[in-house]
């Protein structure tokens, strides 16, 4: 039981290219979500889905795009990078609404 | 989802008990209170969360005013280990449109030898 797995773990971009940060969960979790952590600061919300082909925006979801095609994963796709992406993300999953979230262990990610 | 304060750093000795308080003096009746950790670069923990009554788990004790107002996460013997940012999160566990938490700036707490 991997619990929630990302990758990479680390990744560097130069502006304007694309790249999907993978997130793979296997608990046979409903929930997943993308947060976004900058230096000093707590997790913000860019994209959550409640359950295979349904996804929703969070409080930051400008420059990227989610898909849930299976329950197990949740790919965050940024589409042109801009040095403002420039973050940790972290991707969760829970059984359902209001349930704990599990979280990965993040993606570094610098936009050159 | 109500707003939580929290002081930003305190220290605990190791062994001691560590005692974080979170104030939510807006929550609302149906609103849980939830706890997360995070320790240096890795995602964050969850570690217990509670409706009003007191709870306790393996990890921590949750003391839950009775107006509800604010709450008190306990760590009975505080070790290194223990050495993280601590967030107080409330919001509605049931049914409600996303599954976002909101994570303030929490309480970066030091365990000391």
């Known amino acids: 039981n991997a619990g929630v797995t990302q990758t990479p773990k680390f990744q560097v971009l130069k502006t304007g290219q694309s790249m999907t940060l993978q997130c793979a969960q296997d608990m046979n979790h409903e929930y997943m979500s993308w947060y976004r952590q900058d230096p000093g600061m707590g997790l913000r919300l860019i994209h959550y889905s409640v359950g295979a082909g349904i996804t929703d925006q969070g409080e930051v979801p400008n420059g990227y795009n989610v898909s849930r095609s299976t329950t197990e994963d949740f790919p965050l796709r940024l589409l042109s990078a801009a040095p403002s992406q420039t973050s940790v993300y972290f991707c969760a999953s829970s059984y359902s609404q209001g349930q704990p979230q599990h979280f990965g262990d993040g993606t570094r990610l610098s936009i050159l | 989802d109500a707003k939580t304060t929290q002081p930003p750093s305190m220290d605990c000795a190791e062994g001691r008990a560590a005692n974080l308080p979170c104030n939510h003096s807006?929550?609302?009746?149906?609103?849980?209170v939830y706890w997360y950790r995070q320790i240096h670069s890795q995602g964050p923990q969850y570690i217990i969360h509670?409706?009003?009554n007191n709870e306790t788990n393996e990890m921590a004790s949750l003391i839950i005013t009775e107006d509800r107002k604010s709450s008190t996460l306990i760590l009975p013997h505080a070790t290194l280990r223990d050495t993280a940012v601590y967030y107080c999160i409330v919001r509605v566990g049931a049914a409600r449109a996303g599954n976002m938490l909101t994570f303030g700036g929490g309480t970066r707490l030091m365990v000391k030898p």
């Open positions: 509670g409706l009003k």
């Open positions: 807006t929550i609302s009746g149906n609103e849980y």
